[in-house]
């Protein structure tokens, strides 16, 4: 009993994990802005051109065997920020799951697609999950796939995204 008492004195939830909560008698919104913002200056980005869009619809990244090596710690480190921004961001899934395939062998093309990503968070910082507290109970699914536009492997990569009402409850992207 002690420690529910203690838990009600702490107040209303605003900041968990690097998740900015906002909470309000009708919604709830839940963003990274905050956490975005120290990853934009951890990696030298804070200043630079934004985006409109996290990739362009025709690009294709592939081994690029002939280009350039990054450092691979400093790109997985940018990818690992990216995938957990995900967690409010479902916008930016797809591109960061194809760039998160090239991990092991990172070279300046595919540096060059996570910093757009990154870009284009910039340019969108107040993005983020927006829940109504009377939005409909009417679920919705919606999928789609690239049917075999891997250049590497021909693999496809699918990804989905479910709605309560008009609140987004789940997403993902898989290869």
Not at 130 to 158: E, Q, V
Request: contains cysteine.
């Amino acid at each position: 009993m002690q420690g529910e008492f203690e838990m009600s004195m702490m107040g209303e939830l605003s900041f968990f994990l690097g998740l900015q909560i906002k909470q309000r008698k009708n919604d709830i919104f839940i963003n990274q802005a905050k956490y975005m913002k120290e990853k934009l200056k951890k990696f030298g980005l804070e200043n630079v051109k934004p985006q409109e869009s996290p990739m362009s619809s025709s690009i294709k990244l592939d081994k690029d065997e002939e280009g350039k090596c990054v450092d691979s710690k400093l790109y997985r480190s940018m990818i690992g920020s990216l995938l957990y921004l995900t967690a409010s961001r479902p916008g930016i899934m797809f591109s960061v799951c194809l760039c998160a395939r090239f991990q092991a062998n990172p070279k300046e093309s595919h540096l060059k697609a996570v910093k757009r990503i990154f870009r284009y968070l910039q340019d969108t910082p107040s993005l983020g999950l927006w829940y109504l507290r009377d939005s409909t109970f009417d679920l919705h699914t919606y999928s789609d796939a690239d049917y075999g536009g891997c250049k590497i492997d021909r693999k496809s990569t699918s990804g989905t995204c479910q709605f309560l009402g008009n609140m987004l409850i789940s997403w993902f992207s898989k290869k």
